[in-house]
């Protein structure tokens, strides 16, 4: 399987004034899901999205790719034996996929998510 960037993520310490800029600046409509936002850029093709706003002691200001695998556990394991560090273990989603965080040898905070 391709390895491809499948969706992006958006962190903020208030979600609705982060969803207010996006909305007036880019034109972005945001459908609001308890504390995250889904982002409709208004096209087709383009990556899926969110804003999140997570507990008051994870990352608050980052900006994450999610890359799409079919092989979750494999690509983690791959991460850490290359020097990148598991930052958040497997989590499966309501919708079946399940995700995964880590940082790579630059620090860089990265999604990995799996298909259902």
């Known amino acids: 399987m391709k390895k491809t960037v499948v969706h992006f993520e958006i962190g903020c310490s208030d979600i609705e004034k982060t969803a207010e800029f996006y909305k007036a600046v880019f034109d972005w409509k945001l459908n609001r ?3 995250s936002a889904v982002i409709d850029t208004g096209k087709e093709d383009a990556l899926s999205g ?6 008051p002691n994870d990352p608050q200001n980052y900006v994450t790719v999610y890359i799409e695998t079919d092989s979750l556990q ?4 791959a991460i ?6 598991v930052f958040v273990k497997p989590v499966e989603l309501p919708d079946g996929r399940t995700f995964a965080w880590f940082r790579d040898v630059a620090g860089n905070l990265i999604g990995l998510i799996a298909p259902k």
């Open 74 to 77: 494999a690509d983690l394991k």
């Open 80 to 85: 850490e034996l290359n020097g990148g560090e």
């Open 50 to 55: 969110h804003i999140n706003k997570l507990g």
């Open 33 to 35: 899901h308890g504390n």
